[in-house]
C-alpha cells in the first residue's frame, strides 16, 4: 500500500493515529534538516558587519520571540539586517509539501539563545521601538548564523557587503532551512497578511 493510501485509510478508520503518523513524519524531516545544519561552520564575530555604525550596546540573557526579534534582559531587538518567515508562514519543502517554516526559523532562534548571554550592538530603534541590532553570542553573530543556515533572507540588499550576500548564496547553494524549496519572501507575506506574526 502506498503512504498516500495508507494516510487516507487512517483518516477514515482511526483520524487520530493518522494525525499521529502525520507528526511522526514532520519530526522526522525537522530532525534530518536540523542534522544538515549541524555542519554548518560559526559565523564568527569577526564576519563582516551591516553598513551602519552600531555605537551604543547591551547584554543580557535572551528568549527568542521569532526567526529575526529576540529580547535581550527584557530589551526587544530586531535583528538587523535579515528578515525571517512570519511566524504563521508557510513554505515549500523540495518535496512540494508545505511546513511551518515561520515556526522552524522561531526554533532555530530560540535554539542558538534561548537562556544564554546575548552582547546586542546598536544604533537606534525602529518605529515598533525594537533596537536594531547586530548581536553576538559566544563570538558569533547570531544575525549571520540564522542567515547562513537558511532560516532568514537578507533585509536590504543594498545595506550589506558582498560577504554578507555570500552567506545567503551559500544558504541558497546548500539547499539550507527556507532554501530547500519554494517561499514568499517575508516581506511579500506580511503585505498578503498584515497580521502574520
Not at 79 to 93: H, R, S, V
Not at 128 to 142: H, K, M, P, S, T
Request: aromatic share 10%; glycine share 6%; proline share 3%.
Amino acid at each position: 500500500m502506498s503512504p498516500q493510501k495508507l494516510l487516507k485509510h487512517l483518516f477514515k478508520t482511526s483520524p487520530l493515529l493518522a494525525i499521529i503518523f502525520v507528526t511522526i513524519i514532520w519530526i522526522t524531516n525537522i530532525i534530518q534538516e536540523s542534522s544538515k545544519l549541524d555542519d554548518v561552520s560559526k559565523i564568527k564575530a569577526s564576519y563582516p558587519k551591516v553598513d551602519v555604525k552600531l555605537d551604543q550596546s547591551f547584554s543580557g540573557t535572551a528568549i527568542a520571540v521569532d526567526g529575526d526579534s529576540i529580547k535581550v534582559a527584557g530589551n526587544s531587538v530586531r535583528l538587523l539586517g535579515i528578515d525571517a518567515p512570519e511566524y504563521k508562514q508557510t513554505c515549500f519543502d523540495a518535496k512540494n509539501s508545505e511546513y511551518p517554516c515561520g515556526i522552524i526559523s522561531k526554533n532555530f532562534t530560540k535554539n542558538l539563545v534561548d537562556g544564554k548571554n546575548v552582547t546586542c550592538h546598536y544604533h537606534k530603534k525602529d518605529i515598533y521601538n525594537r533596537y536594531l541590532a547586530q548581536c553576538e553570542l559566544d563570538g558569533v553573530v547570531i544575525n549571520w548564523q540564522i542567515l547562513r543556515n537558511g532560516m532568514a533572507v537578507i533585509y536590504n540588499y543594498s545595506e550589506v557587503d558582498d560577504e554578507i550576500k555570500m552567506l545567503e548564496s551559500q544558504a541558497k547553494a546548500d539547499k539550507l532551512g527556507i532554501w530547500q524549496g519554494s517561499f514568499q519572501l517575508p516581506k511579500e507575506y506580511r503585505k498578503t497578511h498584515k497580521k502574520g506574526k
